[in-house]
């Protein structure tokens, strides 16, 4: 059962004048606290995947029923995943690169898998042209692209799921950073902050695959990284995160719509949130995992919170 927290969105909202209106409340708890883990909806139904544990990423794999308000166990991944991408498309839940387990430790991956839902089992899929790891995987079209990573390569991983084969497209300078949030809206692709090298930036880049076109929107109010996103009526909505330091977990909330001249501060989180997860479902946004310190200490401070917003007269 869920138990509100309107006091504390009601001062979030009393606290800043532009600040929109919503309600955070309490969902049923992940089986397994973690950050950094993939989160993705199909069917009326919310699955997520990996995370970061204490000493390797995690495997666990759970789908959530909103009747029931419940978090039911599948079939773990192949292998430990964190802060890699991941996505559905085609009946298929897609995991790429992140963090794994190999022969030399933890490192990021090349790998690609995906999962049936008609057979509930997961199978090998062809391996990225290169590791990645802390990147988005966006599903646009018939298509998934890989944005984003460890260091600025200017390349973007495009994967075609018939051929089960990928190419690679240049991008920017500055647009392949990791940690960035990635959505896709009406067939265009939206990459808010992440870091570049040691920097937080507060950039907004916009990719057109149709056109092949690379744009900016507005800038972001902070630097920000690791922040989960989510898409709701048209409107692309930024959750906690890190701050310019990388060390500072936040619990602001932002949205913007494309066409606004700026973002807009939204009902701030029920407490900081980083590395989470986010996916829309019955017109409210749940946030999904996730941790309240950043860096080396995400596996020490991750949560098994859901926690759903929802955005009342908006």
Known sequence: MRFSVLFLSLLAFLGSPAAGQGVWEAAARLDASRAGLGVVIHDGRIYA?????????????????????????????????????????????????????????????????????AGNIWQSEAAMPAAK????????????????????????????????????????????????????????????????????????????????????????????????????????????????DARETLQTHLSWQPGEAAWREEAMLPAPRTGGGAAVLNQQIYLIGGGSGGGFLAPFTALDTTDVFDPASE
């Open 49 to 117: 995947a990996g995370g970061s544990g204490l000493t390797d990423p995690r495997d666990e794999f759970e789908s959530y029923d909103a009747a029931l308000d419940r978090w039911f166990p599948e079939t773990p991944l192949p292998r430990g995943l964190e802060r890699f991408g991941m996505t559905a498309i085609n009946d298929r839940i897609y995991a790429a690169g992140g963090y794994a387990r190999g022969e030399d430790g933890v490192a990021p991956s090349a790998a690609v898998w995906s999962w049936s839902f």
């Open 133 to 244: 790891a802390d990147l988005a995987l966006v599903a646009v079209g018939s298509s998934l692209y890989a944005f984003g990573g460890l260091t600025d390569d200017a390349s973007v991983f495009v994967f075609d799921p018939e051929a089960r084969s990928w190419e690679t497209i240049e991008a920017p300078a500055g647009v392949t950073r990791r940690g960035m949030s990635a959505a896709e809206l009406d067939g265009v692709v939206y990459l808010a902050g992440g870091r570049l090298d040691t920097e937080t930036v507060i950039r907004v880049d916009i990719y057109d695959p149709e056109t092949d076109a690379w744009s900016r929107g507005p800038d972001l109010p902070a630097p920000r990284s690791g922040a989960a996103i989510a898409v709701l009526d048209g409107r692309i909505h930024l959750l906690g995160g890190r701050g310019a």
